[in-house]
Every structure is written in structure tokens, then in C-alpha cells.
């Protein structure tokens, strides 16, 4: 059974740089698929914030393009979001999800870590 | 402001039949299938239709999906408390290279 753990900080500084980590289990991410991150404000509805292909290959959503970078460690069989220069919209509850190239069939979650920027 | 249109609020009564529409453009919903999320309370989206109309092994035969042009919509059918949640479209757009959402909708059962 293919499983997805987020992890890091719920509390970030704004101008700051967030980080996540998604640790995936039961699958190898070097193996096949592609591994985004989503996220969703309070009170709004869900954005794709980028995803890594299993060759190291990145696509960003145009409108977070500037701030972000997601990375693969298939050492750990992780990969990783940061998101730079982050402000109050940023706070959001953050989701890693596994889906095919070209298609948005995000078939596998994790459970989702909530994101605070406040100073 | 999404890529994709929902009604941002359904509801029905238990037994009745719902439905959902999500409306996007030629990059997304025209070119590229839809995928249907139930969001339930604090928990992760769950995959509920793919493919347009293809149901994943466990989801009841009452949710169904449909696609027309750059439009696309989800039945649910004999409503049920339990449907009570958030919806989701989404589509790859080749425009953006990258997936898209709705807004969402959440359904209420009355």
C-alpha cells in the first residue's frame, strides 16, 4: 500500500523560507509517477503548487513559479517543497500526492500539515 | 480565482439527486480528462472519479461523472448524509503545464 507523510514546520516568519517534506512508503519514487504538492487557504479551494518527476524533472504552477523548488532524495525515498519569501497568503494546509504525468489524478495522499506564516 | 468554475455551495435532501458542473476551456477540460475529489472534514481529497467517468475500486456506482466539450459535471444519486463534503474538478492544462482545480463545492445535505 503506497503511503505519503508530510512533515515540517507548522510556524513560519513571514519573508522566510518554508519547508516540506513528503516521505513516501510502500513505492519507489525513482521508480515511475510523478510527486506534486497541493495545498489549500483557509476558507479556499485546492492549488497545485508543483510537482517532480521520478527523473528529477520539475513543473511549476506559473503564478508561485519564482518562489518555489521541489526536489527528489530517492536515497530516503523523499522529495521535498521549499517556498521562499512567503507572506499570510502562504498559510494553507499543505498536501503531497502522487499522480501521472499529464493528468491530474492525484491518486495517493498524505494526510496533510497545516502552515502558519505570523510573525 | 480558479481555472475552473464550480458552484461554490449544493445541497439536496437524502434519496435525491445532485449534481455538481465544472466549466473550463479548450487547454484544459477540452484537451485533457477530468478528475472528480471528495473532501470530507480534516481529512486528505479522495480520488472519487477519473478519466471523466471511471470509478476507482471502493467508490459506490451512486457518484457518476460526465464530460461534454469544456464542461464536465458529477451526479450523485439516493443522496446520502455521509456525501456531505467538499468536490473538487480537475484537469491538466496544456496552457499552464500543469493540473487545475475548481473552486469547489460544498455539498449539504439537508
Known amino acids: 500500500q503506497v503511503q505519503l507523510q508530510e512533515s515540517g514546520p507548522g510556524l513560519v516568519k513571514p519573508s522566510e523560507t518554508l519547508s516540506l517534506t513528503c516521505v513516501v512508503s510502500?513505492?519507489?519514487?525513482?521508480?515511475?509517477?510523478?510527486w506534486g504538492w497541493i495545498r489549500r487557504p483557509p476558507g479556499k479551494g485546492l492549488e497545485w503548487i508543483g510537482t517532480?518527476?521520478?527523473?528529477?524533472?520539475?513543473y511549476y504552477n506559473p503564478s508561485l513559479k519564482s518562489r518555489v523548488s521541489i526536489s527528489l532524495d530517492t536515497s530516503k525515498n523523499q522529495f521535498s517543497l521549499k517556498l521562499s519569501s512567503v507572506t499570510a497568503a502562504d498559510t494553507a494546509v499543505y498536501f503531497c500526492?502522487?499522480?501521472?504525468?499529464?493528468?491530474?489524478?492525484?491518486?495517493?495522499w498524505g494526510q496533510g500539515t497545516l502552515v502558519t506564516v505570523s510573525s | 480565482q480558479s481555472v475552473l468554475t464550480q458552484p461554490p455551495s449544493a445541497s439536496g435532501t437524502p434519496g435525491q439527486r445532485v449534481t455538481i458542473s465544472c466549466s473550463g476551456s479548450?487547454?484544459?477540460?477540452?484537451?485533457?480528462?477530468v478528475y472528480w475529489y471528495q473532501q470530507l472534514p480534516g481529512m486528505a481529497p479522495k480520488l472519487l472519479i477519473y478519466?471523466?467517468?471511471q470509478r476507482p475500486s471502493g467508490v459506490p456506482d451512486r457518484f457518476s461523472g460526465s464530460k461534454s466539450g469544456t464542461s464536465a459535471s458529477l451526479a450523485i444519486s439516493g443522496l446520502r448524509s455521509e456525501d456531505e463534503a467538499d468536490y473538487y474538478c480537475?484537469?491538466?492544462?496544456?496552457?499552464?503545464?500543469?493540473?487545475?482545480f475548481g473552486g469547489g463545492t460544498q455539498l449539504t445535505v439537508l
Open positions: 500526492a502522487r499522480h501521472s504525468g499529464g493528468y491530474a489524478n492525484f491518486d495517493y
Open positions: 510502500g513505492y519507489s519514487i525513482s521508480s515511475a509517477f510523478y
Open positions: 517532480v518527476y521520478h527523473s528529477g524533472s520539475t
Open positions: 479548450s487547454s484544459n477540460i477540452g484537451s485533457n480528462y
Open positions: 478519466r471523466n467517468n
Open positions: 480537475a484537469a491538466w492544462d496544456d496552457s499552464l503545464s500543469g493540473a487545475v
